[in-house]
């Protein structure tokens, strides 16, 4: 049983930074997809970040050039670097795991399991 949990979350003013951890356990799969997902109330889940097993990452238009997933770490842990962040990141970010051999993106509905999710507040 693969099981997700975040970190990290907190509130911080408008240009700041925060570090979250995605910690995977029971992970026993080859080919696997991890991704970060935010939703802020009244609307809809939405993919900012992904990391594929072989390294390969992606990142939403609106968190290009801000958010990272840095590289070389343990394969069951994933990290989200923001940086320059605006009140509108203010959100729950959860982390998603995929394991397969297709390719998702930033369809939620893609994903196998998700943590419980972190809260980022970003006052202006």
């Known amino acids: 049983q693969v099981q997700l949990q975040e970190s990290g979350g907190g509130s911080v003013q408008s240009g700041g930074s925060l570090r979250l951890s995605c910690a995977a356990s029971g992970v026993t799969y080859r080919n696997y997809i991890m991704a970060w997902f935010r939703q802020a109330p009244g609307k809809e889940r939405e993919g900012v970040a992904l990391i594929k097993y072989d390294g390969t990452t992606k990142y939403a238009d609106v968190v290009k050039g801000r958010f990272t997933i840095p590289q070389g770490n343990a394969r069951d842990t994933m990290y989200l670097q923001m940086n320059s962040l605006k009140p509108e990141d203010t959100a729950m970010y959860f982390c998603?795991?995929?394991?397969?051999?297709?390719?998702?993106?930033?369809?939620?509905?893609?994903?196998?399991?998700w943590g419980q999710g972190t809260q980022v507040t970003v006052s202006s």
């Open positions: 998603a795991a995929y394991y397969g051999t297709l390719q998702p993106e930033f369809d939620p509905d893609d994903y196998h399991y």
